[in-house]
């Protein structure tokens, strides 16, 4: 896959709390899956629709892969997510932008790559 930018989306107290160590071990389900769930900028809008429904309190991390060694795994629908099996290192993050709830529910997203 030729992605350079991926995206995480986390609860902001997750990230204020890797940002306080200096490094993001995964949410609970990154934990529990043994990787760190990322997507494209064309998969973030469903991945956060279908897992984050309703959530106000989101971030979304802009993460650079040029320096990550993430797999392409097959999930959702057949399509190629990328996942990294590792700590993400903060020196790769580009950006950090909230994610907030429009009044139809769903979440606005930035402009992404």
């Given at each position: 896959m030729g992605a350079r930018t991926v995206y995480k989306i986390?609860?902001?107290a997750e990230?204020?709390?890797a940002e306080a160590s200096?490094?993001?071990e995964g949410s609970p389900v990154d934990l529990r899956d043994g990787f760190i769930h990322f997507s494209t900028a064309a998969q973030a809008p469903e991945t956060a629709a279908k897992h984050f429904a309703g959530a106000s309190d989101l971030l979304l991390v802009a993460v650079d892969t040029t320096?990550?060694?993430l797999k392409w795994e097959v999930s959702r629908g057949g399509a190629l997510f990328p996942h990294l099996y590792d700590n993400l290192p903060?020196?790769?993050v580009?950006?950090?932008e909230p994610l907030p709830l429009c009044a139809s529910g769903e979440h606005r997203f930035p402009p992404m790559e």
């Open positions: 986390v609860h902001e990230w204020r709390a200096g490094r993001f320096a990550l060694d903060l020196s790769a580009r950006s950090v």
